[in-house]
């Protein structure tokens, strides 16, 4: 099975808005996609950690597919995280995202609990042989205390042709080099986390799950070009501008802090779902003066 295009490009985790009573608004869901696409956007990326998942129901979920399905057509494929508490619900979830016309789907740890490889590998093959969607595997040893090594990586790609890429967000800029060593070009790279994308691009990454490209499209989308295409070189200045705002991203409140620098550009709300709450004090007011000087100081495209 060929690597899938859609890949090779910025995958905007999007983030799930939420209406003033705490249900999901899938009005501006809708348009929020097709901005992020009209920009340039590979595909769209919904229910992964930025989007909240954790705290969406199952119907809530194939609700969000429907919509973004609906919204962006045949434009980009929607590629949902497919994560949960148990393992059956996964793979109820990733047959429920391609008959609601997802294009893909990203295969994430379980929710809670953290175990070995055994049990990891036997989670993460339940969900990649549910269905022949392309898939991206997702690892994220800092957030699901689960670290999923290349040579792990290569067991499950050897198995599953529908493999087709590894969303790497270890931390460690040194894993992209290892991922290749093991598996060559048979998976496609994505870097993971906001604040690598330059260094991943530079280390054989071909696409970016980004989250504040939610707030900052077409400035994610140029960004991503410039370093794909130029090195850190060509991207620094822009990348200098973006880097306050991109480390936001690899924080314990990146969803808040990602919902308030989009409610602040008029690209949504930071409306969040509890546990999580919009964040006050001395953290807002540190927040709100990195947003307002990357506001101020915006570079002309």
Request: proline share 5%.
């Amino acid at each position: 099975m060929s690597n899938a295009a859609f890949l090779k490009g910025v995958l905007p985790a999007i983030t799930t808005p939420f209406k003033a009573d705490g249900s999901v608004d899938h009005e501006f869901l809708g348009k929020h996609a097709n901005i992020l696409v009209d920009a340039g956007c590979s595909a769209i990326v919904p229910l992964g950690s930025l989007g909240e998942a954790a705290t969406l129901s199952f119907d809530e979920k194939v609700a969000i597919i429907k919509t973004l399905v609906a919204a962006v057509g045949d434009r980009v494929p929607v590629v949902p995280g497919i994560a949960s508490l148990s393992t059956e619900e996964a793979v109820k979830l990733a047959q429920a995202a391609k008959a609601a016309g997802a294009g893909g789907v990203m295969v994430l740890p379980v929710y809670v609990y953290s175990s070995d490889w055994l049990e990891i590998s036997a989670h993460a093959k339940a969900v990649l042989g549910a269905t022949d969607l392309p898939a991206i595997l997702y690892n994220n040893p800092i957030a699901y205390k689960t670290d999923i090594v290349p040579a792990q990586i290569a067991e499950l790609a050897a198995e599953f042709p529908n493999l087709q890429a590894v969303k790497e967000s270890s931390g460690d800029v040194r894993r992209f080099a290892a991922i290749k060593e093991v598996l060559g070009d048979r998976l496609v790279l994505l870097v993971g986390m906001d604040d690598a994308i330059v260094e991943g691009l530079a280390m054989g990454a071909e696409g970016w799950i980004a989250g504040l490209v939610n707030a900052y499209p077409v400035e994610s989308v140029k960004l991503f070009e410039l370093a794909r295409d130029g090195g850190y070189k060509a991207a620094a200045e822009l990348y200098n501008w973006f880097l306050p705002l991109l480390r936001l991203d690899t924080v314990p409140k990146f969803v808040q802090l990602i919902k308030l620098v989009q409610e602040k550009v008029g690209l949504g709300s930071e409306k969040v779902r509890a546990p999580r709450l919009v964040v006050e004090g001395a953290e807002r007011v540190e927040t709100l003066k990195v947003i307002d000087h990357a506001i101020a100081t915006q570079p002309k495209l």
